[in-house]
T-cell receptor, first 111, second 114 residues
Framework: DAKTTQPNSMESNEEEPVHLPCNHS???????IHWYRQLPSQGPEYVIH???SNVNNRMASLAIAEDRKSSTLILHRATLRDAAVYYC????????????FGAGTRLTVKP | DTAVSQTPKYLVTQMGNDKSIKCEQN?????MYWYKQDSKKFLKIMFS???????INETVPNRFSPKSPDKAHLNLHINSLELGDSAVYFC?????????????FGEGSWLTVV
């Protein structure tokens, strides 16, 4: 019961922007939206998170829909090193940090 | 200077054996976790500790027993290993249980039971 829906896979060309969508229609008011990524043979790595407003950091941007039922992770210029599985996760605070991963989106970056 | 370190990275062992995976974090965090990633690549939470107290205990066999001697360590002991226990086990930590926290993961421990 990951509570989020993502496409299984996406492809991008190097140095082009990538928009990774995520649906979370059952989100509640206190749930944070987190994005992690997992490179091959490594542990998951934090990318970005937000609650209501759009967020930017050095890795990516997070655009959150006004009704919060969907969000989009934006990589502004994809590099080969961005090839990974990207997980969109709802962080349910009252459940003691029970962060449940779904299947994620496998991003392939073509040179 | 790894933030969350786990040992061993690779472990091959026979069915029926007992093994432990150790985890240490040097971030000063209060909360630590164990996740399991199976062959289908799904990441599932197993346990979570906050200030050495167990707060999440998913439905895992009793053969799995976490031990937290202090806030910086959360070790995973597995008794009577079975073939189905083969997986990658990730240790992780966060500042506390707040939903805005970042979770930092270790590099993983690849367990193969033969």
């Amino acid at each position: 019961d990951a509570k989020t829906t993502q496409p299984n896979s996406m492809e991008s060309n190097e140095e082009e922007p990538v928009h990774l969508p995520c649906n979370h229609s059952t989100i509640s008011g206190t749930d944070y939206i987190h994005w992690y990524r997992q490179l091959p043979s490594q542990g998951p790595e934090y990318v970005i998170h937000g609650l209501t407003s759009n967020v930017n950091n050095r890795m990516a941007s997070l655009a959150i829909a006004e009704d919060r039922k969907s969000s989009t992770l934006i990589l502004h210029r994809a590099t080969l090193r961005d090839a990974a599985v990207y997980y969109c996760i709802l962080f349910v605070a009252y459940n003691n940090n029970d962060m449940r991963f779904g299947a994620g989106t496998r991003l392939t970056v073509k040179p | 200077d790894t933030a969350v370190s786990q040992t061993p990275k690779y472990l091959v062992t026979q069915m029926g054996n007992d093994k432990s995976i150790k985890c240490e974090q040097n971030l000063g965090h209060d909360t630590m976790y164990w996740y399991k990633q199976d062959s289908k690549k799904f990441l599932k939470i197993m346990f979570s500790y906050n200030n050495k107290e167990l707060i999440i205990n998913e439905t895992v066999p009793n053969r799995f027993s976490p031990k937290s001697p202090d806030k910086a360590h959360l070790n995973l002991h597995i008794n009577s290993l079975e073939l189905g226990d083969s997986a990658v086990y990730f240790c992780a930590s966060s500042q506390n249980t707040g939903a805005g926290n970042t979770i930092y993961f270790g590099e993983g421990s690849w367990l193969t039971v033969v």
